[in-house]
């Protein structure tokens, strides 16, 4: 693997700074999944990036390029109020849960009635 340099890189971009926002910009853009433009040779994004600089494949172009967000691709469920996630939740989904809130209704209805033996019986 060929050493990069910053100098590599000046040579195709006019200062430090923008060789820094460019490579950056690349090397997230590597990071989220985008096709590395250059043979990989198990280096990390960010050499990559200054790889694909110091090549002349990647320009300050790049800077002005519309970043989309992987997220947008989600559609994000409705809002609700805390009253009806409350309601959501405590109302049982499936009859597993009416069997679990039944148990627990004859289990409390058990100790109750065990407590109150044992208060009579003292």
Known sequence: ???ITVEDCLEQVDNRFNLV?????RARQISRGKEPL????QD???VIALREIAAG???SDILHEEEVNPMDAFELPEEI???EAIDETARPKDKKNDADAEL???IAAA???EKADDAAGE
């Open 57 to 59: 494949l990647v320009t």
């Open 111 to 113: 100790l109750a009635a």
């Open 38 to 41: 250059v043979e990989i040779e």
């Open 44 to 46: 990390k994004a960010t």
């Open 104 to 106: 627990a209704k004859n």
């Open 81 to 83: 109020t805390a009253d």
């Open 1 to 3: 693997m060929a050493r």
């Open 21 to 25: 926002l460019i490579a950056s910009k």
